[in-house]
């Protein structure tokens, strides 16, 4: 008996929205990626001009080819200024106030944020906003105020002086930012932790420090890029017979083009600058990926 029954033609199976549209090309794409090169050209270039004329001298930075290689290398000029500018001092003065005031406000800063964020008492959201309102002064603003009490504590040209400076001066942001990540923790490991008997210091140090790493090292990479390039607060503080010992590198650069005036030798100079750059894009370039992870993991709840 034959068979009445046709099977119907096999149909050409569509294909997924998303490989339908695979081939396709995104224009912005591409006037995004044109936007971010012209941006790290724009901030790279004169990175990379200050670079190269380190090397130069300064006839062939005003008067030759300003963009183009030096005629020869020589560390000569990285030599001078470390020594006769005394940028080498100035380095070290440099490391040690950045290093403890660092240490101080992240200590202060990451206590005082976890004790804003995790408990709940009378005048907490009123401490708070006094931390948060410190950022809206400008430094200049309190020039005078910081002076008068620097003085009167006898600090003025001295490191104690300047680290204390530095550590009210980075709180502010510090305990903003921090008390957002720490309002992001979940509280379950805490209120374990609670149960089995640690004690305040115990839950903080051992469970809370560990959870926030991320956080603290993003706010720790900003204090040590802000505390490094400050200059006006070591103006402020660092005066007085005997200051120059004392100056920090920011201090010690502008000292290069101003005691020279129109004779100052400007591939010294950049060469003193290049010294205070690199060590910023090595901590970045080492720390980056805790840094993004830091700032996406604070910013959402």
């Known amino acids: 008996m034959t068979n009445l029954v046709t099977t119907p033609p096999a149909v050409a199976a569509r294909p997924a929205p998303a490989e339908a ?13 044109l936007a971010l090169f012209l ?9 990379i001009w200050v670079l190269l004329a380190s090397f130069k001298s300064n006839t062939e930075i005003f008067l030759g080819k300003p963009f183009s290689l ?10 001078d200024a470390w020594s006769e500018a005394h940028i ?7 490391i040690i106030v950045v290093a403890i005031s660092t240490a101080g406000t992240m200590l202060l800063g990451s206590m005082a944020a976890y004790v804003l964020a995790r408990y709940r008492f009378p005048g907490n959201r009123a401490i708070y906003y006094l931390f948060v309102s410190g950022l809206a002064f400008p430094t200049f603003m309190a020039l005078a105020p910081i002076f008068g009490i620097v003085k009167s504590l006898g600090l003025l040209n001295t490191f104690t002086g300047l680290i204390l400076v530095y550590i009210a001066y980075s709180l502010s942001f510090t305990v903003f930012f921090l008390t957002a990540f720490f309002r992001t923790l979940p509280h379950e490991i805490d209120e374990a932790a609670l149960v089995d008997g640690a004690g305040h210091l115990r839950r903080f ?30 103006v402020v503080i660092m005066q007085g017979s005997g200051s120059d010992t004392n100056w920090v590198l920011t201090q010690g650069i502008a000292n290069i083009s101003v005691q020279a005036g129109y004779h100052a030798e400007w591939s010294t100079l950049f060469a003193a600058l290049t010294l205070s750059i ?18 996406t993991a604070g910013a959402v709840k």
Do not use: C, D
């Not at 603290?216 to 607060?233: D, E, K, P």
């Open 39 to 47: 941006w790290a050209l724009v901030t790279a270039g004169p990175l």
């Open 70 to 79: 030096p005629e020869h290398f020589s560390l000569k000029t990285y030599t």
């Open 205 to 234: 140090f051992q469970i809370m420090m560990p959870m926030a790493k991320s956080g603290l090292i993003s706010i720790t990479i900003f204090n040590i890029v802000g505390q490094w390039n400050q200059y006006l607060l070591p």
């Open 21 to 33: 549209g695979k081939g396709r090309v995104n224009p912005l794409n591409g006037v995004a990626h």
């Open 278 to 295: 690199i060590p910023m894009i090595v901590v970045y370039a080492i720390f980056q990926r805790q840094i993004q992870a830091g700032l």
């Open 88 to 94: 080498g001092q100035y380095f070290v003065n440099s």
